[in-house]
């Protein structure tokens, strides 16, 4: 079992309302706008890593892309089931990032959405990322920023690093992310400020709240 398996599963669980996400109800603009630009390009396999329960990953099913689904918590990974249980093209596997399953070269995109902000060995599985794309395959993925009105709340334990109520919290800043990024030809970093809904009693933000994140759109060399 990974160690924030039940951390996560308790974030699940105890959601309750009328909204179908703990997270936001509708997949991430900055992903979904270059789907149709990735099927152009004949790209077909694609990684939803730390899938949650399971928004992106629906909207890339509903593009056609024969779409993987990988998170450490079972009770995400059932919500995400069940969402996309329409689509045969979607398939879900519970798993860590720091330890893929998957063969070298097993995709032609990977999304990570709001994982990094959780993740302590960022290092290693953006290298992960890049053994699992394909030649010349896309990396889009999120960095919580420095700028969040979240950086610096909680106990501090790094630099821009906190523990937030029990949840490892990293904020990035751009000269950050095109290190950690080395092994990837940075297309383009976005800077975008949106809001998300509260996330239920299991999580730290229980009223909705704003975000500032830096979204990357990388290609592996």
């Keep these: 079992m990974h160690k924030d398996e039940k951390l996560w599963d308790k974030v699940y669980d105890e959601f309750r309302g009328e909204r179908s996400s703990v997270w936001r109800e509708t997949a991430t603009p900055f992903f979904t706008q270059k789907a149709e630009y990735l099927r152009h390009l004949g790209l077909r396999k694609i ?131 095109e290190k950690i990024m080395g092994k990837f030809r940075i297309l383009c970093i976005d800077s975008i400020s949106y809001t998300d809904p509260g996330h239920g009693t299991g999580y730290n933000r229980k009223k909705r709240h704003q975000h500032h994140s830096y979204f990357v759109f990388a290609q592996k060399n």
């Design 47 to 177: 990684l939803d890593a730390g899938c949650g329960d399971g928004r992106n990953i629906l909207a890339f099913a509903k593009y056609g892309f024969n779409a993987t689904g990988t998170d450490i918590s079972g009770l995400a990974l059932k919500k995400a089931e069940e969402l996309c249980r329409n689509y045969p093209n979607a398939e879900f596997k519970k798993e860590p990032l720091e330890k893929p399953s998957f063969k070298r070269e097993s995709f032609d995109v990977i999304v990570c959405d709001f994982v990094t902000a959780h993740l302590k060995e960022i290092e290693l599985i953006t290298n992960n990322f890049h053994k699992l794309l394909k030649k010349n395959g896309y990396l889009l993925i999120e960095f919580t920023s420095y700028k969040d009105p979240h950086c610096g709340k909680g106990k501090k334990i790094g630099e821009r690093e906190f523990l937030q109520k029990g949840f490892y919290l990293r904020f990035y800043t751009i000269n950050q992310i």
